[in-house]
């Protein structure tokens, strides 16, 4: 399926996307429990991926309206199609890097006598 301009606009609102992928779905006689019982999943994952980033679920989805990933949910992909997501923990947190020293323990150390 090729977007147009009109539809690419459509789509960049995540509200009207969710209606519209949904609409393209009921045209093909589909529903987002549907592709969730082929992908062999819980129907609660696709709906997930309509309103958080959930890689695997965006693909399932766009294949079965025939688009890319990258096209139906654009602010989630670079333009190479990737997500732009990290990957893992952070680094620090809150401007705080590491928090635990190695002399402060959880237990008072014994002084041998």
Known sequence: MHLDPKTRKLIADPKKRVAWVLYQLKLQGKNLASLAREAGVKKQQTAKAMYAPYPRMEKVVADALGVAPKDLF?????ADGLPNRQ???????YGVQNTTRANKRNVNARVAA
């Open 74 to 78: 654009p602010e989630r992909y670079n």
């Open 87 to 93: 990957r893992g923990r952070p680094a620090y947190k």
